[in-house]
């Protein structure tokens, strides 16, 4: 029986999450959330933490910063799968 050299799944699961995130960065600025506020609390909290996120300066550093944290892990486990094993 055949050994694969590389397993395929990680090398395809962490190159669609690099599009993804690649995405979310671009079109961050885009994204703005609904205007009415949600009858749950926790629907309500989520909406609350979003405007933060979506509207606040600082929220935005950390939004953004959180996508490319996300993306340069991404890259390093997709590093990883490709180096040859020794």
Do not use: N
């Amino acid at each position: 029986m055949m050994k694969r050299k590389r397993d395929l799944e990680p090398i395809v699961a962490y190159t669609i999450a690099i599009i993804l995130i690649v995405y979310l960065f671009i079109s961050y600025d885009t994204f703005s959330p609904d205007e009415e506020f949600p009858s749950s609390w926790k629907a309500g909290l989520v909406h609350r933490g979003l405007i933060f996120i979506l509207e606040d300066s600082v929220g935005r550093i950390i939004g953004k910063g959180g996508l490319l944290l996300l993306g340069f892990y991404c890259i390093r486990q997709l590093y990883t799968s490709l180096r040859p094993k020794k």
